[in-house]
């Protein structure tokens, strides 16, 4: 007999989410968005409170201050007596992120991007996709192979077609060396919307996943503004933009020297930035010029491509951004240095940095 019978669906209340589960989110959305200043950041989730009742009765923000200090979240050991975040809060924010993100790009299915390889791997993952033209008959899930058939074509007259396959996906043996630069000059922030969170959130979701998940892999994170300079991944949640204008080429003289020194065969720069260059440094002076594209700039920033394509480095870039000029520098930059570029809005930025990263960690540049 074939057919299905429904019935209401009763949806269970979340088991385990406590008011300070709830409230710990919020707290930790806020830390980051005010670069690490838990005053200010308990000052807004007090506002939040009055305005919108979201501590239960009998509970209040003074309550869930108190369980920060007592599970490790905050201390005030410091010679001012002032709340610090610990070495937990980065950790949770940065696991947080990466569910935010990551949990998204999996539940997508199937990204945009294809991958150049097909066949198998060395290693077993866990991730399931649909079958495709060049997969082997081991890479094959039959558990839910069968299932699929029986939920597409019921379960009278048994049948299986080529679409009901589904695949494990296998990973290579590959490692893989990253840098990613960020661009903290002051336009992140300008136009009334906030670039560097976003931004943060996807480094700290990048940065969690290669620990867990690839951790013979390296990954090292550059911000530049008039200068770059390498910071550590407990950083990233309390990362701030300055009045910086945007040299391009510190970040990616930074992101070379580091790169040389990594002996992973395949090695790769993610960029993200809302800009064009406008910086240079020139012996002790900074070269400045913020109207269109300066000759000088754009030639030594288009040199560097150069040397990154002839060392094996693509460089990719995520453009926050979608004015024409703009998008004629990263046509430029990315033909140069043969490398892939994006035009993404911030709400697509996490998906894409993250299917490139597993695309081009499976093969040799």
Aim: with cysteine.
């Amino acid at each position: 007999m074939k057919g299905y019978r429904f019935s209401k669906f009763i949806p269970k209340p979340a088991q385990g989410s406590s008011a300070f589960d709830n409230l710990l989110d919020v707290f930790l959305q806020l830390v980051s968005i005010t670069g690490g200043d838990v005053s200010e950041a308990l000052s807004w989730l007090t506002n939040l409170d009055k305005q919108y009742n979201i501590t239960p009765e009998g509970y209040g923000i003074g309550d869930f201050i108190d369980e920060l200090k007592e599970k490790g979240y905050l201390t005030e050991e410091n010679q001012e007596g002032n709340f610090e975040v610990t070495g937990k809060t980065g950790q949770a924010i940065r696991k947080s992120a990466l569910e935010e993100i990551f949990g998204k790009l999996k539940k997508s299915g199937r990204g945009q991007h294809k991958t150049n390889i097909s066949g198998t791997g060395d290693e077993t993952g866990t991730d399931r996709r649909p079958f495709e033209f060049g997969d082997s008959l081991q890479q094959i899930a039959m558990t839910d192979s069968i299932r699929n058939a029986q939920i597409n074509h019921g379960y009278g007259d048994f049948m299986m077609t080529e679409n009901d396959l589904e695949v494990v996906e296998n990973e290579y043996k590959t490692q893989t060396s990253t840098v990613l630069m960020i661009d903290i000059s002051h336009s992140m922030i300008l136009y009334g919307e906030d670039r560097i969170t976003p931004a943060k959130k996807v480094a700290m979701a990048l940065a969690e996943l290669i620990q867990t998940k690839y951790p013979k892999d390296t990954l090292d994170v550059i911000v530049f503004g008039n200068d770059a300079w390498q910071i550590e991944v407990k950083d990233l949640p309390y990362l701030q933009v300055g009045p910086y204008h945007t040299n391009t080429i510190a970040g990616l003289e930074l992101a070379m020297d580091i790169l040389r020194r990594r002996k992973n065969a395949n090695k790769q720069i993610f960029m993200i930035t809302d800009g064009k260059p406008t910086c240079m440094k020139v012996g002790i002076k900074y070269y400045k010029n913020a109207f269109g594209l300066d000759p000088k700039i754009l030639n030594k920033t288009l040199n560097l491509a150069t040397q990154c394509r002839r060392l094996g480095i693509p460089v990719t870039t995520f453009m926050i951004a979608s004015d024409p000029y703009l998008k004629q520098f990263v046509q430029e930059f990315t033909k140069t240095n043969n490398g892939n570029a994006y035009y993404s809005s911030l709400k697509g930025l996490g998906h894409l940095i993250f299917e490139d990263y597993r695309k081009n960690r499976r093969k040799k540049f």
